[in-house]
Nanobody
Framework: QVQLVESGGGLVQPGGSLRLSCAAS????????MGWYRQAPGKQRERVAT???????NYVDSVKGRFTISRDNAKNTLYLQMNSQKPEDTAVYYC????????WGQGTQVTVSS
């Protein structure tokens, strides 16, 4: 089973940027569509960005134009570049194989605050 480890979170001021990374184990990463998800306190986890094995991307409306999902299959790594961050982006961010309901990692905390 592919295991995932997220990193890159932290505290950022409104308008700032962060880049999250998701390191995947195994040798089948390139064949999977992947997603970035987030869960804010007291809210359900939501999917914010997806990327297919061929590189096609999709975003939830609230992050369109601000977030960019990408992947480096040679490094078995998924990325999420987050720009123009807002306080409502504060959440724990997770990556996972698209539509997989198990195998969640620890996530990485992103806090947007002045």
């Amino acid at each position: 089973q592919v295991q995932l480890v997220e990193s890159g979170g932290g505290l950022v001021q409104p308008g700032g940027s962060l880049r999250l990374s998701c390191a995947a184990s195994g040798n089948s990463f390139s064949s999977y569509a992947m997603g970035w998800y987030r869960q804010a306190p007291g809210k359900q986890r939501e999917r914010v960005a997806t990327i297919t094995s061929g590189g096609f991307t999709n975003y939830v409306d609230s992050v369109k134009g601000r977030f960019t999902i990408s992947r480096d299959n040679a490094k078995n790594t998924l990325y999420l570049q987050m720009n123009s961050q807002k306080p409502e982006d504060t959440a724990v961010y997770y990556c996972n194989i698209l539509y997989r309901t198990s195998g969640w990692g620890q996530g990485t905390q992103v806090t947007v605050s002045s």
